[in-house]
């Protein structure tokens, strides 16, 4: 069996480090495989100022590792179990330390491939050292805050009713009755002229 770490210790490392660091709140959390579902090794779930983050690690020596932490990491937030997630493709060099604290040490000065995937779109791999993740952390938050999702909701949502209120309004007491449940007063129906009538 090779010796040395495995990526899901790097991803705890991590996460230890960020929180040291008062960029994410502990607890890590693992998250389990659901019933049906493959087992899986634990992931890393944080709290990012009342966010959901995901760190999803592979190590460069593991074959396609950046496209699997990616898919990992897209995953995450698809499923809904993250706002944010983070893929991370670590140093093989990392594995190969003798202690958990050199581990530390070494990834706190070592230079990681990071990736961003949010709710609304994914970065690819940039260099990153461990201090500048908070500024990646931060204008993520900042770029979700900003991005109107609740508006194109809500026109999703008025789009819906659009094209749905002329079928309930065609069923006979539909509107008074959704009034009454409601709480609010029906519309006075229009009235009809007397060129309308005389056409029925």
């Not at 699997?68 to 993250?82: H, Y």
């Not at 026109?155 to 709480?183: C, M, Q, S, W, Y």
């Amino acid at each position: 069996m090779e010796k040395g770490f495995r990526q899901e210790v790097l991803n705890v490392a991590l996460a230890q480090l960020l929180a040291k660091h008062g960029v994410v709140s502990a607890p890590e959390v693992i998250l389990k495989a659901r019933p049906g579902q493959k087992r899986r090794m634990p992931d890393i779930l944080v709290s990012f100022l009342g966010l959901r983050l995901v760190i999803e690690g592979e190590v460069a020596d593991t074959p396609g590792a950046e496209d699997r932490a990616l898919d990992s990491a897209r995953k995450r937030v698809e499923e809904g179990l993250a706002h944010i997630s983070m893929a991370v493709v670590y140093p093989a060099s990392l594995r190969k330390l003798d202690s958990f604290d050199q581990l530390q040490r070494e990834m706190a000065e070592s230079q990681l491939k990071v990736a961003i995937v949010d709710e609304s779109e994914e970065t690819g791999y940039s260099p990153t050292e461990l201090t500048q993740i908070p500024n990646i952390l931060n204008n993520t938050f900042d770029k979700l805050v900003r991005e109107d999702v609740v508006a194109r909701a809500a026109a999703i949502l008025d789009d819906a009713v659009e094209k749905g209120a002329p079928v309930f309004a065609a069923i006979t007491g539909f509107p008074e009755e959704a009034a009454r449940i409601l709480g609010i007063r029906t519309l006075p129906r229009k009235k009809k002229s007397p060129t309308e009538e005389e056409e029925e």
